[in-house]
């Protein structure tokens, strides 16, 4: 065995027997695995997606999954590839996006929690790192979320704000606004507002795994039926001034679907779209019915959603 070999060899010693005495000071939940086995962690982050190709990881491009795993493997020597509760595009946000991994190391959550946090890019923040039951899954476990979109109305916007929000200045009636938001509350088919997905195969291998909170029921895989619990728009006066945000909760959402969705909202609420015409979209199941993509960058992941007995 060469030097090198070696003195690595006694680094993660050293490093096991510190995670083992301070896991005795700090003892894991009681859903955690002994140690040398494995341990199923769920983190919160919280990220800039500005400056990401999205969450999922790809060859020679900087994404938050990637991000993620590389920190890992600076951290305890181990890679696993995290499992996040959906995949933000790129320059996508989120405020609370959920992930899931496996580890062996002994490491207690809290130095966890803090070592990603010294590790990863400033743009990605960990707010909550935990050990959970090993059937706990990111995605599969995900009963519902929330997104947000956010509209800047003013006429310039400023420079601080101009990654977060999509500057649309033009009026736009809040009444159709809202009125266009209620009907796609409840279960439809939303193939309208489906954009092509690159990842489709692999997307509907993995969508028998998305729960419906109301029913317990999984989502068949290739379906593009959702059930969106609240759809509505609201106003909010800033400092920067005034902006219009559109926030929806469902069961689960298509490539692209919550853009869509918005794109064709404002173009109901230029008068572009009547309201009476929004049915007949769904009914179509055809992408060109719909309305635009609004731009990433106003789309924020809010929040995801287990039933306690998951976690």
Request: hydrophobic share 40%.
């Amino acid at each position: 065995m060469d030097g090198g070999s070696s003195s690595r060899i006694k680094s993660l010693s050293r490093k096991s027997a510190a995670w083992g005495r301070l896991d005795a000071a700090n003892p894991m939940t009681d859903c955690a695995q002994t140690d040398g086995e494995f341990r199923t962690w769920k983190v919160t982050l919280a990220y800039d997606g500005t400056d990401f190709q999205g969450w999922q990881v790809q060859p020679g491009l900087a994404t938050i999954q990637g991000e993620l795993q590389a920190a890992l493997g600076r951290i305890c020597g181990e890679s696993p590839l995290p499992q996040g509760s959906g995949r933000t595009d790129a320059g996508v946000h989120a405020l609370a996006q959920v992930a899931s991994f496996t580890l062996r190391a002994p490491i207690p959550a809290e130095n966890l929690h803090r070592a990603l946090n010294r590790t990863l890019p400033p743009s990605i923040r960990v707010s909550e790192a935990s050990t959970v039951k090993s059937t706990f899954h990111a995605r599969h476990s995900a009963v519902a979320k929330t997104y947000e979109y956010r509209i800047f109305r003013e006429a310039l916007c400023p420079p601080f704000l101009a990654r977060y929000v999509y500057a649309c200045p033009w009026r736009s009636d809040l009444d159709k606004l809202q009125g266009c938001a209620r009907l796609f509350e409840g279960e439809h088919d939303f193939q309208s507002f489906a954009a092509n997905d690159p990842d489709l195969s692999e997307r509907n291998s993995a969508a028998d795994g998305i729960a419906d909170g109301a029913t317990g029921l999984r989502i068949p895989a290739g379906s593009t039926v959702r059930t969106i619990y609240s759809s509505v728009w609201e106003e909010r006066q800033g400092g920067a001034g005034a902006m219009l945000v559109y926030r929806v909760r469902g069961n689960g959402f298509l490539h692209h679907m919550v853009r869509n969705l918005v794109g064709t909202m404002l173009e109901v609420g230029r008068g572009h779209l009547a309201l009476d015409e929004i049915p007949g979209i769904l009914e179509a199941r055809n992408r060109s019915a719909a309305g635009p993509t609004a731009p990433a960058r106003g789309l924020f992941l809010h929040s995801v959603e287990y039933d306690e007995r998951a976690v």
